[in-house]
């Protein structure tokens, strides 16, 4: 497990961000959370930019696809989509413009950690 890496969760529902938080903050990372594009926007500049994104697509003001393909061309980092959007074409789209993978919700986060490990290790992040 990739120990100390730092995860960055942007999610708009609490009780979810904070589930996810919990659970990776148990298993050793480093875990920020933020509720808009704005918020994640602060988070990277007083914390630094995330070792991973976890990103949610439907987002009050800026949505996830927005963010995506803000960040795509400059970010040096996994994102992994998790979304209650279970369409193809979303999906597919969202693999174009920068996503490195996508999780459907609801999901076990058991499913999360694992995919959080496995970008985290492609990315020279962590262990697997």
Known sequence: MARGAFIAIVEDEADLAE???EYLDDLGYRVA????GA???ALVV???APHLLVLDMNLPGEDGSAILARIAGTK???VLVASAIGDTMDRI???EIGADDWITKPFELRELAARSAGLLARYGRGER
């Open 19 to 21: 589930s996810y938080a």
């Open 33 to 36: 959370t933020a509720a808009s």
């Open 39 to 41: 918020a994640f926007d």
């Open 46 to 48: 007083n914390q630094g």
């Open 76 to 78: 040096d980092y996994p």
């Open 93 to 95: 789209v969202a693999l």
